[in-house]
């Protein structure tokens, strides 16, 4: 499951590894487009919300894509910034200002005007709510905290000019991925104030007011994005129409639905039935898809660029004390075989990661970086030097006398994540450790990871923006409830690394990439997560779905979606 947006400006937690695309199918004579017709979408998670402020989950991230859309995407080639609702943007010379201008005439689906006025709303809503994940994104600007903590009815440092076409923000101090971050507002997605204002004021200056819970969370009033929200039904589907307003174009297609399946295996079989249009695969499912679908199926596979699967610790872990230990989490680096996992669950479409940033980021670097080579007596002599006595059974003890038992979870029907669940409970047996699996629907575990103490460790996904930041992720003011760093990773050197690469005042690529370095080989060193691969985009697609061309930086492969049509 994937994000319809070429780009937002943050991050989700991924429910499910796969991505973009090369066709392999053979060229054809383009074909005169035929408008009409609905596409069916899968999904093996639910929506929570259709609200990008408080939206976390892909499934969710997804859903709200298609109604709401941010000043800029990416190009699905370079991945550089272009024009998405506005069509001018600058940064001033010493970074204190960021100025984005709209395009003329945009327009809402219910015809209301699309003004600088929804995106100081959606800001406004983000230093508001109780349940967002991003405040970090807008911290910088004038006037923030103040009226985040109630003292002001407004962002002063973010103002509507020229009749509400131009965005003026001005920051506190120079923020180094400015004109892509703030271009969804700190939420991804800008909202429709006309509506919002109904159940919501942003002037008031009471904080226990919010928009965090309102029906038109869960039914979007109206869309700048490709599609107008229709009807969602949980654990079914959600159904979406064409939007005519669209600034790229009303869309041929008619109809768009996002339908729930109960896991890959219902997903593979809905596709080769004709029921889905196109999905991302399981490389388990390549061999049989391409076979079974050689008639109906297209299959498109890209390097994986942005996104990454891995284990977390939980540190602060009340059941098991032991994974505030490095040397234990380094211990449990050293007894997993990663390099198995990559052949023979991914099947060579991916590769292993070692650290948080990825390998098609400008910022990458593996020098330095221990590679945790499979080591089952290196395992072992990582968790004596913690502390930990083997007993009779075979199971270390910690230093209390403990037997070192404790849970990894993941999200029910993602079958690779299921599989490194097998394959971890049988490894970490061999080195004395025992494991007790989880498997629970994405939101629970979702629910579940929400900081706190009660979770040990958890089989989970990133799907990062294109820019390095990795402010909210690890710095250790990020340890609150709806907030990411969920693994307690707390380190001074990194955080100083972390705001350097942030905030300046050298924001250079070259300066930047030094200091993710450092945090880089801070995380590879501490451990709070076992990084484990970046998966190829595996998707196939119906054959008679046309203008699909998936590409490098389009996350859902629907940079173009405004030209899909179904030959029919």
Same mark, same amino acid.
């Given at each position: 499951m994937r994000r319809i947006a070429a780009f937002l400006s943050t991050f989700v937690i991924l429910a499910v590894a796969c991505g973009p695309t090369v066709p392999t199918g053979p060229v054809t004579k383009e074909e005169a487009p035929v408008p009409g017709g609905r596409i069916v979408?899968?999904?093996?998670?639910?929506?929570?919300?259709?609200?990008?402020?408080?939206?976390?989950?892909?499934?969710?991230?997804?859903?709200?894509?298609?109604?709401?859309?941010?000043?800029?995407?990416?190009?699905?080639?370079?991945g550089d910034l272009e024009p998405g609702l506005a069509e001018k943007f600058a940064l001033s010379s010493d970074g204190l200002t960021v100025t984005y201008t709209l395009r003329d005439g945009l327009k809402w689906s219910d015809g209301q005007p699309f003004t600088a006025e929804d995106f100081k709303y959606t800001a406004e809503a983000v230093g508001r709510s109780k349940k967002t994940v991003r405040k970090s994104t807008l911290q910088d600007i004038v006037g923030w905290k103040d009226y985040v903590d109630g003292k002001a009815d407004q962002v002063t440092?973010?103002?509507?000019?020229?009749?509400g076409k131009t965005i003026e923000i001005t920051l506190t101090k120079p923020f180094c991925p400015a004109l892509r971050n703030l271009s969804g507002a700190g939420a991804g997605g800008i909202l429709p104030k006309h509506h919002f204002m109904k159940v919501w004021d942003n002037k008031s200056t009471d904080v226990a007011k919010n928009i965090d819970e309102n029906a038109l969370n869960m039914a979007p009033p109206a869309s700048t994005g490709p599609f107008i929200f229709q009807e969602f039904k949980p654990?079914?589907?959600?159904?979406?129409?064409?939007?005519?307003?669209?600034?790229?174009?009303?869309?041929?297609?008619?109809?768009?639905?996002?339908?729930?399946?109960? /896991? *890959? @295996?219902?997903? =593979?079989?809905? +596709?080769?039935?004709?029921?889905?249009?196109?999905?991302?695969?399981?490389?388990?499912?390549?061999?049989?898809?391409?076979?079974?679908?050689?008639?109906?199926?297209?299959?498109?596979?890209?390097?994986?660029v942005s996104s990454y699967n891995f284990i977390g610790w939980n540190g602060k872990a009340a059941k098991a004390p032991w994974l505030a230990s490095k040397d234990v989490r380094q211990a449990l680096a050293y007894g997993l075989n990663v390099k198995t996992i990559v052949d023979k669950i991914v099947l060579g479409y991916g590769h292993q990661v070692f650290a948080h940033t990825p390998q098609a980021s400008w910022a990458y670097s593996e020098d330095g970086l221990n590679k945790y080579p499979? /080591? *089952? @007596?290196?395992? =072992?002599?990582? +968790?004596?030097?913690?502390?930990?006595?083997?007993?009779?059974?075979?199971?270390?003890?910690?230093?209390d006398g403990t037997p070192m038992q404790m849970r990894i979870e993941t999200n029910q029907g993602n079958k690779t994540?299921?599989?490194?669940?097998?394959?971890?409970?049988?490894?970490?047996?061999?080195?004395?450790i025992k494991i007790d699996p989880l498997l629970e629907a994405f939101p629970a575990l979702l629910d579940r990871t929400d900081?706190?103490?009660?979770?040990?460790?958890?089989?989970?996904?990133w799907s990062l923006g294109l820019d390095p930041d990795m402010y909210g992720i690890f710095h250790s003011s990020q340890q609150g409830k709806g907030q990411f760093n969920n693994v307690f990773f707390t380190n001074a050197e990194a955080d100083t690394a972390m705001i350097a690469g942030r905030n300046?005042?050298?924001?250079?690529?070259?300066?930047?990439?030094?200091?993710?370095?450092?945090?880089?080989?801070?995380?590879?060193?501490?451990?709070?997560?076992?990084?484990?691969?970046?998966?190829?985009?595996?998707?196939?697609a119906n054959k008679n779905l046309k203008a699909f061309e998936p590409k490098q930086y389009s996350s859902q492969s629907n940079w173009n979606i405004e030209k899909w049509w179904l030959k029919r």
């Open positions: 979408e899968s999904s093996i998670s639910d929506v929570k919300t259709f609200q990008p402020v408080i939206s976390t989950d892909t499934a969710s991230s997804t859903a709200w894509s298609y109604v709401y859309s941010s000043l800029l995407r990416s190009n699905p080639d370079t440092g973010i103002q509507s000019k020229d009749g654990g079914i589907q959600t159904t979406y129409t064409a939007n005519p307003n669209y600034y790229r174009g009303k869309p041929l297609i008619d109809e768009w639905v996002l339908k729930v399946y109960g /896991d *890959t @295996a219902a997903v =593979k079989a809905a +596709l080769l039935t004709g029921e889905v249009h196109f999905a991302g695969s399981t490389p388990i499912d390549v061999e049989e898809l391409q076979n079974a679908g050689k008639e109906t199926l297209n299959f498109h596979r890209q390097k994986g499979y /080591d *089952t @007596a290196k395992a =072992k002599q990582l +968790l004596e030097k913690a502390g930990a006595k083997m007993g009779a059974d075979g199971v270390y003890r910690w230093t994540r299921e599989t490194i669940l097998e394959v971890a409970q049988d490894q970490y047996k061999q080195i004395g900081p706190g103490t009660d979770y040990e460790g958890f089989i989970i996904g300046g005042p050298d924001c250079s690529t070259g300066a930047r990439k030094t200091q993710y370095q450092k945090v880089n080989k801070i995380l590879n060193e501490e451990a709070p997560y076992t990084f484990l691969f970046t998966q190829d985009s595996l998707v196939f």
